[in-house]
């Protein structure tokens, strides 16, 4: 389609190619929303570069170059729409795999806290524990919320480094009991 295009306009090389313009415009219109700026930022601006020298090809008359110019960013936009879909598609697997991963581990580190004699466990070992849990806690609702919204991206930042950190205390924990001697009845 694009190859017809190209050559109806290339034959009317006299008058600027302002339908592929608004066809690239469009294209890019639809790329953005697609999420191309936050996904496939590189494509996306690429069409937006190619849209601009098409727009300047005109201003200085060279039509023919403003047509080519308009064709690259149509189809860059396209690829770009394609690529944030797949990209989106990628974080939000990665959003949701950390958030269940998170939230398996604070569950773990919950469980240890609960178990931890709290008389024979440094009290410093146990705050530090559970202010590692309430500042999970507080990233994963983050993180929910973000899901919510469809920000991915978000989602899955929120939930970075979370699952190390609470595993640290959850060994911390572990070794502050396992130091203890047992209790004798």
Same mark, same amino acid.
């Given at each position: 389609m694009l190859a017809a295009l190209a050559i109806v306009a290339i034959a009317a090389c006299g008058a600027p190619?302002?339908?592929?313009?608004?066809?690239?415009?469009?294209?890019?219109?639809?790329? /953005?929303?697609?999420?191309?700026?936050?996904?496939?930022?590189?494509?996306?601006?690429?069409?937006?570069?190619?849209l601009e020298r098409s727009r300047h090809a005109v201003s200085g008359r060279d039509y023919r170059q403003a047509l080519n110019h308009a064709l690259d960013?149509?189809?860059?936009?396209?690829?770009?729409?394609?690529?944030?879909?797949?990209? /989106?598609?990628?974080?939000?697997?990665?959003?949701?795999?950390?958030?269940?991963?998170?939230?398996?581990?604070?569950?773990?580190?919950?469980?240890?806290? /609960?178990?931890?004699?709290?008389?024979?466990?440094?009290?410093?070992?146990? =705050? /530090?524990?559970?202010?590692?849990?309430?500042?999970? =806690?507080e990233a994963v609702q983050e993180s929910r919320s973000a899901v919510v919204s469809e920000n991915y991206l978000t989602a899955r930042d929120a939930t970075r480094g979370l699952t190390e950190q609470l595993r640290e205390a959850i060994a911390q924990l572990d070794a502050a009991i396992a130091k203890q001697p047992p209790v004798r009845p």
């Open positions: 190619p302002n339908p592929e313009i608004h066809a690239a415009q469009g294209a890019i219109d639809a790329a /953005r929303a697609a999420g191309a700026s936050i996904y496939a930022p590189e494509e996306y601006a690429a069409a937006m570069t190619a960013a149509h189809e860059r936009a396209q690829e770009a729409a394609r690529m944030a879909a797949d990209q /989106r598609a990628v974080v939000r697997s990665e959003a949701e795999h950390a958030l269940a991963t998170v939230e398996a581990t604070i569950r773990q580190l919950d469980a240890t806290l /609960r178990a931890a004699p709290a008389a024979r466990t440094g009290s410093d070992i146990l =705050e /530090r524990a559970r202010l590692t849990l309430h500042a999970a =806690e």
